[in-house]
């Protein structure tokens, strides 16, 4: 082995310094090139996060469930359950670049508050789990009912529309039939305090007389749900 000479100024030398082979550099900088090599191929942690529904939602008929993903999971299942066991809903699609979903029909399943969870699978092994609670599944009809008017009636002048609803509804339209194109937007009507009806104060006198008129009464709950009813043969004599 080679040796060079180590000396401080002019002084004497004092010990010897080894120069590495052209073998030894080649098999250094091997190793560093391995290592770097490793830390940039190192998988990425496993993530899976709900997109849709939010927590605490009311729903109904079909729903969207939708999460993100790591690129390290390579496929999603989804299961819902009230108490006790989990039940599949189905293997979801994917969206690229990172969404699996699915649209889950609730009317499969009763109503009531639900837990969802998606389980995905690791491409080197394992699951990545994501839940949402308190989805609360509402797929019955609200009962509406109209009070006044009633079939054959007549009437003239500012006339209170009142109808009777389940209070579960939120929103309430009305529509009107002029015997000319069906049934046509009329307003909004109004929530009485207190009680399970709704008003609205129809200005009659666009007519001076009219036979057969209709109308019909659409009530949404918070669920979005619509419970209809209607009412025909109403006369106006102004």
């Not at 997109?51 to 605490?56: F, G, K």
């Not at 009912?145 to 109808?163: E, Q, S």
Request: with cysteine; proline share 5%.
């Amino acid at each position: 082995m080679s040796r060079d000479a180590v000396t401080h100024g002019s002084g004497p030398t004092i010990g010897y310094r080894p120069v590495p082979s052209l073998p030894a550099i080649c098999i250094c900088a091997f190793s560093v090139l391995m290592v770097l090599v490793v830390i940039s191929c190192g998988d990425a942690s496993a993530t899976l996060t709900f997109e849709t529904p939010d927590p605490d939602t009311n729903v109904h008929e079909i729903v969207d469930l939708v999460v993100d993903a790591s690129v390290n999971i390579t496929n999603v299942s989804f299961y819902y359950r009230t108490t006790g066991d989990y039940t599949l809903i189905g293997e979801a699609n994917l969206t690229p670049p990172s969404f699996f979903g699915l649209q889950w029909n609730t009317r499969m399943v009763p109503d009531g508050e639900y837990e969802i969870v998606a389980n995905g699978t690791i491409d080197t092994g394992g699951h990545e789990t994501a839940t949402v609670t308190g989805i609360h599944v509402d797929n019955t009809k609200p009962n509406i009912a109209f009070l006044k008017p009633t079939f054959g009636i007549r009437v003239n002048g500012i006339y209170m529309i009142t109808m009777e609803a389940d209070e579960e509804v939120t929103a309430l339209d009305l529509y009107i039939d002029r015997g000319v194109s069906g049934f046509n937007f009329l307003a909004k009507a109004v929530h009485v305090n207190g009680t399970n009806n709704w008003t609205y104060p129809w200005d009659t006198t666009e007519f001076d007389e009219k036979e057969g008129l209709g109308f019909l009464a659409i009530a949404m709950d918070a669920a979005n749900n619509e419970g209809r009813t209607t009412v025909l043969g109403i006369d106006v004599d102004n």
